[in-house]
């Protein structure tokens, strides 16, 4: 376990447990309020469910019953960098922000297959870049070094080459950064647990080596896992709450232009506008969003028409 996990673990510890209500403003919330989203959610999506944990490892200011959330055998068919054409290594082309957080400015080609290669119509080539033949070889060269390099991570003990994997995830509750934390335990197709770097191939670039973290799983013992570190949390949650804030406000104010035109006008309430907004048990399906860019490939339940 890293030096940054431990002080992460320590300063759970430490730190006093606050019930104050302000998620809306600060993208925080409390334990009580972590509880109440946690039961919505087990609610919307039965594939998630609440668990305790070792008497040593309980945590008093979260019921017995309710220490985390859990959804097992999760499938993951293709890594991170398959999607959006995502590189699959932190290079210099991408800034570390804050915090250890990745701005990523390179958008590789190496997501293409080489059969978009062979399909394509040479006009179409032409077209596309002057210097073409030069473009296709690199683009060949790179789609080869990343072929290569999942074929490197794979189980080979067995000869078990399939893509698929599944992981557990778990949601706790950091009490330093009053927000829900993420830990990732991952299996090969047949069940043998993944190492912590090829648990990394599932995670976004941008989050890889920065944000993620390996870490004890704190709700058993000796268990690896990699978590997504929680310091930008609040402020990601406070952006994605405000978001869809405003949709509901374009969709009301689109429900009222309808109902302005129609015969039968609804008297309009001064008093809705305020009760737009993301409640405490919705927390965590919006919380699951912004984590769903974090591991694009991994297919949990997460994302509905709640909001």
């Keep these: ?9 320590l300063r759970d510890y430490l730190t006093p447990i606050n019930n104050t209500s302000n998620f809306t403003t600060t993208g925080e919330i409390s334990p009580d309020e972590f509880v109440i989203a946690g039961d919505y959610l087990v609610y919307k999506f039965p594939t998630w469910e ?6 040593k490892l309980q945590k008093s200011y979260l019921p ?4 985390y959330l859990i959804t097992k055998h999760v499938p993951s068919h293709e890594r991170a960098y398959t999607y959006l054409g995502i590189d699959a290594t932190l290079d210099e082309s991408e800034e570390e922000l ?10 590789s080609e190496s997501a293409k297959s080489s059969d978009s290669i062979d399909d394509a119509k040479p006009s179409e080539i032409q077209d596309n870049d002057h210097n073409d033949n030069n473009d296709i070889d690199d683009l060949i060269d790179e789609t080869a070094e990343l072929e290569l390099a999942e074929d490197e991570f794979e189980d080979l003990s067995k000869g078990n080459h399939s893509s698929l994997r599944k992981y557990d995830l778990y949601i706790t509750y950091s009490t330093s950064y009053r927000v829900p934390k993420l830990y990732l335990v991952g299996f090969s197709s047949s069940g043998i647990p993944l190492l912590p770097k090829q648990m990394f ?9 920065r944000t993620a973290t390996i870490e004890k799983l704190p709700t058993s013992f000796n268990t690896t896992s990699v978590s997504i570190h929680p310091c930008k949390h609040a402020s990601v949650m406070r952006v994605l709450m405000e978001h869809a804030k405003q949709s509901q406000l374009k969709r009301k ?6 109902d302005d035109e129609s015969e039968d006008v609804k008297p309009k309430d001064e008093d809705e506008d305020d009760e737009l907004g993301v409640r405490a048990d919705q927390y965590l399906i919006i919380f699951l969003k ?4 974090v591991t694009p490939g991994i297919e949990y339940d997460y994302t509905m028409e709640v909001l």
Aim: glycine share 2%; charged share 40%; net charge negative.
């Design 1 to 9: 376990m890293s030096i940054r996990s431990k002080l992460s673990s």
């Design 201 to 209: 191939e599932d995670i976004s670039s941008d989050y890889r080596d």
């Design 98 to 107: 804050e915090d250890g957080w990745v701005k990523s400015h390179k958008i």
């Design 50 to 55: 609440w668990s305790s944990a070792p008497s």
């Design 290 to 293: 912004f984590i769903a860019s």
């Design 253 to 258: 104010l689109k429900d009222r232009d309808e």
């Design 64 to 67: 017995p019953d309710k220490q």
